[in-house]
């Protein structure tokens, strides 16, 4: 069997056309969203999500890491590598792998903790 042939054959079978009502049926189904009123139970889920939310940011610990001196040393040491490899995006790159992060202090913290 050719693929012309087999083109001829598969040409005689040919999908059913949709139903003349379908569209109407379709369009009929389709009304406009309904608006559906908070019952006390949302409500209250609300209010407990708020509630929790409070209490997070109002227990939170005071101490929490944010950009030291020693970060602002290692971006300016960065830099100054950078430079030094021959500047440009690669250089970045590869002077950020080369100097060492810096210990966040509140890790340091959970650690000595910890043992």
């Known amino acids: ?5 087999l083109e001829q054959l598969i040409g005689r ?5 949709p139903a003349p009502d379908l ?3 379709v369009i009929a189904g389709a009304a406009p969203p309904r608006r559906v009123r908070l019952g006390a139970v949302d409500w209250t889920c609300a209010a407990t999500a708020a509630a929790l939310i ?4 109002a227990t939170r610990s005071p101490e929490l890491p944010t950009a030291s001196a ?5 971006q300016r040491v960065i830099r100054d590598t950078a430079e030094v490899l021959g500047g440009g995006a690669e250089a970045v790159r590869v002077a950020e792998f ?3 992060p810096v210990p ?3 890790a340091e913290k959970i650690v000595e903790g910890q043992w």
Do not use: K, Q
């Not at 079978?13 to 056309?17: K, L, S």
């Not at 409070?54 to 940011?57: D, I, Q, W």
């Not at 020693?70 to 290692?74: E, F, G, N, Q």
């Open 98 to 100: 080369i100097v060492p």
């Open 54 to 57: 409070l209490a997070a940011v």
């Open 23 to 25: 569209r109407a049926r």
């Open 1 to 5: 069997m050719t693929d012309e042939e």
């Open 70 to 74: 020693a970060d602002a040393v290692r």
């Open 13 to 17: 079978y040919r999908p059913a056309d």
């Open 104 to 106: 966040s202090p509140s």
